[in-house]
């Protein structure tokens, strides 16, 4: 079922990298056998602390508890600029690429720290304290990581929402952390298209009265509303403030952030990051996992609104004293070789992008990549959903020139840093193989009643035992953290996605096993959609489960039952996608949506998923049990008229 073709670990990666193999087996071992002291020596090396920590960890996956380095005081924005200014002040920081291959920016750490600064008195001046959460709404710009860091230096919590999600979505997010100031721009720009950032933020407000600042960059001047109460522009009001701001001693468990992301029901989850744990995490792996060196340059095209971003654009590289590249645009404009004019343009060694990506740039074929010299690069990794190898081997041999080693970094919000991973000087490669255990890392397979399977084998991934950056809580919701993830298996943490461990003891993700979707690396929960279709009038009942795309990896299949009185037709179709865009984001947009006159359901009347997702796959042989179903012709009419015919 899996290629066999391994990709052995080259005498130049290994001599040229952190760790070899035995580096690799003496390190994981300390990191299980003596994990006090193993962390302790990392956060000794990878950070820099106020005050010293007490106790290493206190953790009980019972009551979903963990705790680090207590009693340690630190401050985020110190590790990522101000300790970096005596031997690196004018190095680049942050390289700024536009959606516009002409406008560009390079921001040195002695800059970013006037910048973060500036922006964190402004904060002050609007009274926001220590513990208080902020809503950043932005487009990849650099301003986006300054509020980041400027709420990390004044104790202050971001709560950071993807700009592509809709002014319903970001209401919720507002509401449900409580934010009172919102940071956002005019607009953004992606793919020459403007998106009404300020404009959707206006929206959402209409119905959060609590949010007293709204700070807006402008990024294109185009004109916006305004109101005088309560907004101000970004650029005016880092003027009237000083360029130096005393951070903010903060405790190892106090809160970084909060990042919503979807699970199985259809309210998102604030999962909650802390500052100690979660940023030795993210530096560690960024160290390691990508092989960083000084001076390199290094390119994670995420978004600042995804975990990715969080961790591997913004805290993990800055904390390291990196250069990070932040791209405002998208791998296919103006074209598609766009991502390769880029690494030369820059110089970039290190690039980490999403197998969507990937596949999106293979269809286009490798004109676009062979027309760029590429020969800067040395690492290339991937992230954010399984990866199918024959995008794998394209990546490798055509992006990398069968020269960089590809990492395939399997981990998660909840996780907040990498988890399996291969190290570049120890690992040889499997395409399609997330690999092996970072340090601290004890993966587990389980079967359907609890069993921990042995050797080679499939199951439910847990992990074992805590980690640094685990998530702390679901905020606002701890009994939500129990229940999602301590529960199912009790005393270990479930991830939500199925693997199998090959004999080698290789791990190989293969996707969600809850009603979590993966669309192009995007989390959605099929509950969300769900939600949002009955919220229209057309609509008596859906039901939504994901089918495989080529390029995305998953679509989204909505089965709809409309109300008795409406008839069904393909402008109201059109009209359902667009509802669903502007109730999640439209990256939620469903890509079929099939009438049904009912759903199948089992006598006690719960939706037969299972069914409707074979249905949606095309894979009728293996319906499997239809004798539960309180109405089996319900089946034939959806397999009657099923859309995605091969
Ligand atoms: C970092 C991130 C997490 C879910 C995760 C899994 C999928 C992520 C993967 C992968 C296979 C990989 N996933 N990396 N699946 N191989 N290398 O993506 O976080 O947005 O929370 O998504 O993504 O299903 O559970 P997040």
């Not at 690494?343 to 990506?357: E, G, L, R, S």
């Not at 006159?597 to 499997?624: C, N, V, Y």
Request: glycine residues 8%; aromatic residues 10%.
């Amino acid at each position: 079922m899996y290629p066999k073709e391994l990709h052995p670990v080259t005498d130049q990666v290994r001599e040229s990298a952190h760790l070899d193999e035995a580096g690799y087996q003496a390190m994981y071992r300390a990191s299980i056998e003596q994990p006090e002291q193993f962390w302790a020596e990392q956060a000794e090396r990878f950070l820099t602390w106020e005050h010293p920590w007490h106790t290493v960890s206190d953790c009980d996956f019972r009551q979903g508890q963990a705790a680090w380095f207590i009693g340690g005081k630190l401050n985020v924005s110190v590790n990522c600029i101000d300790r970096h200014l005596s031997s690196r002040g004018e190095q680049t920081a942050i390289i700024w690429e536009g959606d516009e291959p002409t406008d560009d920016a390079r921001i040195s750490y002695r800059e970013l720290h006037e910048k973060v600064c500036r922006l964190a008195n402004v904060l002050k001046s609007r009274g926001v304290k220590k513990g208080d959460r902020v809503c950043l709404y932005m487009p990849m710009v650099p301003e986006a990581a300054y509020a980041m860091l400027a709420c990390a230096r004044i104790g202050a919590v971001h709560s950071v929402v993807f700009g592509g999600f809709s002014p319903d979505a970001v209401r919720d997010r507002i509401l449900d952390a409580d934010c009172q100031t919102v940071i956002t721009a005019d607009y953004g720009v992606r793919g020459g298209k403007p998106v009404p950032l300020k404009a959707n933020v206006d929206k959402a407000l209409a119905k959060c009265p609590n949010v007293h600042s709204v700070i807006t960059v402008r990024r294109t001047g185009e004109t916006i509303d305004w109101d005088t109460t309560r907004d101000l522009w970004y650029h005016e009001a880092i003027e009237q403030v000083s360029a130096d701001c005393a951070p903010e001693p903060m405790d190892s468990e106090d809160p970084l952030f909060i990042l919503y992301t979807s699970g199985s029901t259809g309210k998102p989850k604030g999962v909650l990051h802390t500052t100690g744990g979660y940023l030795l995490s993210a530096a560690m792996t960024h160290h390691y996992v990508f092989d960083y060196k000084p001076g390199e340059i290094y390119w994670c095209t995420a978004d600042v609104g995804w975990i990715t971003g969080h961790s591997y654009i913004v805290y993990g590289p800055l904390c390291n004293g990196a250069t990070t590249l932040m791209f405002e645009g998208v791998p296919t404009y103006p074209d598609a070789s766009r991502c390769w004019q880029v690494v030369d343009k820059h110089q970039v060694n290190i690039f980490y992008t999403a197998p969507t990506a990937i596949r999106a740039l293979m269809a286009k074929g490798n004109e676009f990549v062979t027309s760029c010299q590429r020969s800067s690069l040395r690492l290339l990794g991937t992230v954010g959903e399984p990866i199918n190898p024959e995008a794998w081997e394209w990546y490798y041999h055509v992006v990398g020139d069968s020269r960089c080693p590809v990492v395939d970094t399997w981990w998660q919000t909840e996780t907040g840093a990498i988890m399996i991973t291969p190290l570049p000087g120890a690992t040889d490669l499997k395409p399609g193989s997330a690999t092996r255990p970072f340090f601290g890392v004890e993966p587990a397979l389980m079967d359907p009643d609890g069993k921990e399977l042995q050797g080679a084998a499939s199951g439910n991934l847990v992990l074992k035992r805590s980690w640094p950056s685990q998530i702390r809580t679901v905020y606002g919701d701890h009994q939500r953290l129990v229940d999602t993830y301590f529960s199912a298996y009790p005393g270990l943490y479930f991830t939500g996605d199925g693997a199998r461990r090959d004999e080698d003891g290789y791990y190989w993700i293969t996707g969600r096993v809850d009603d979590v979707l993966n669309v192009s690396g995007h989390r959605i929960g099929t509950a969300e959609v769900e939600s949002a279709l009955v919220l229209h009038d057309s609509v008596a009942e859906a039901a939504v489960v994901g089918c495989p795309h080529d390029i995305k990896g998953q679509a989204i299949y909505a089965y709809v039952m409309p109300m008795h009185d409406v008839e069904p037709s393909d402008a109201l179709i059109s009209e359902l996608k667009a509802f669903v865009a502007e109730q999640v984001g439209g990256f939620a947009k469903p890509e079929f949506i099939q009438w049904t006159p009912g759903l199948p359901k089992t006598r006690s009347g719960k939706i037969m998923r299972r069914i409707l997702r074979k249905i949606a796959e095309d894979e009728l042989e293996s319906l499997g049990d239809t004798s539960t179903l309180a109405d089996p012709a319900v089946v034939e009419e959806l397999i009657a008229h099923r859309l995605n015919r091969a």
